[in-house]
């Protein structure tokens, strides 16, 4: 049986999760540096870090989202690009989920905005977990399968080349399976 690792469709995949990963972070992070109050109020609003530090990440958060999203796309330094944008989307999801528990009634933030709903307002919480729990496991799958397709790490070299032989062994096991079939 042939590995995941293996099979052709694997870096297209990987390609194809680095580009959606690279979307949402570029997207939250540009609607979110030009308001940087907001996205401090935001960061308050889960009551999780103290005041320092919470501003800290609401300004910091908009950069390292625009530059983990800018090497996802590029395909460059993929594999840690991809780590970072796992863990922020773990830390999401435990902050989300964490708010949910304490009963806070407050606007992720992740696109911009962020803080205390109004009263007439109801919070997403599992839809906003299940996307950011949807992204993790796509920062995961960059991890491990790390370049894809069309990325900067293989053209300059940073990752190793596909071998023939392992060329040679997919075009194998593709007719293996069709004379298995």
Same mark, same amino acid.
């Given at each position: 049986?042939?590995?995941l690792n293996a099979h052709p469709a694997?870096?297209?995949?990987?390609?194809?999760?680095?580009?959606?990963?690279?979307?949402?972070?570029?997207?939250?992070?540009?609607?979110?540096?030009?308001?940087?109050?907001?996205?401090?109020?935001?960061?308050?609003?889960?009551?999780?870090?103290?005041?320092?530090?919470?501003?800290?990440?609401?300004?910091?958060?908009?950069?390292?989202?625009?530059?983990?999203?800018? @090497? *996802?796309? /590029?395909?460059?330094?993929?594999? &840690?690009? +991809?780590?970072? =944008?796992?863990?922020?989307? #773990?830390?999401? $999801?435990?902050?989300?989920?964490?708010?949910?528990?304490?009963?806070?009634?407050?606007?992720?933030?992740?696109?911009?905005?962020?803080?205390?709903?109004?009263?007439?307002?109801?919070?997403?919480?599992?839809?906003?977990?299940?996307?950011?729990?949807?992204?993790? @496991? *796509?920062? /995961?799958?960059?991890?491990?399968? &790390?370049? +894809?397709?069309? =990325?900067?790490?293989?053209? #300059?070299?940073? $990752?190793?080349?596909?071998?023939?032989?392992?060329?040679?062994?997919?075009?194998?096991?593709?007719?293996?399976?069709?004379?298995?079939?």
């Amino acid at each position: 049986m042939r590995s995941l690792n293996a099979h052709p469709a694997v870096p297209w995949v990987t390609t194809v999760a680095r580009l959606v990963v690279a979307a949402v972070l570029i997207v939250a992070g540009w609607l979110k540096i030009g308001t940087p109050a907001l996205s401090i109020q935001a960061v308050e609003a889960y009551e999780l870090l103290p005041a320092q530090v919470a501003t800290v990440v609401g300004y910091g958060l908009p950069i390292v989202e625009i530059v983990v999203g800018v @090497l *996802l796309v /590029a395909g460059l330094l993929t594999r &840690a690009a +991809g780590a970072v =944008s796992a863990l922020l989307m #773990l830390a999401f $999801v435990v902050g989300i989920a964490s708010a949910w528990a304490r009963g806070l009634r407050i606007d992720c933030g992740c696109f911009g905005g962020g803080g205390k709903l109004a009263a007439d307002q109801s919070p997403s919480y599992f839809w906003e977990i299940l996307r950011d729990g949807g992204l993790f @496991l *796509l920062g /995961a799958w960059i991890v491990r399968y &790390a370049p +894809g397709r069309l =990325s900067l790490d293989a053209a #300059l070299g940073l $990752v190793p080349a596909r071998t023939a032989r392992d060329e040679d062994d997919d075009e194998d096991d593709g007719e293996d399976e069709g004379e298995a079939a």
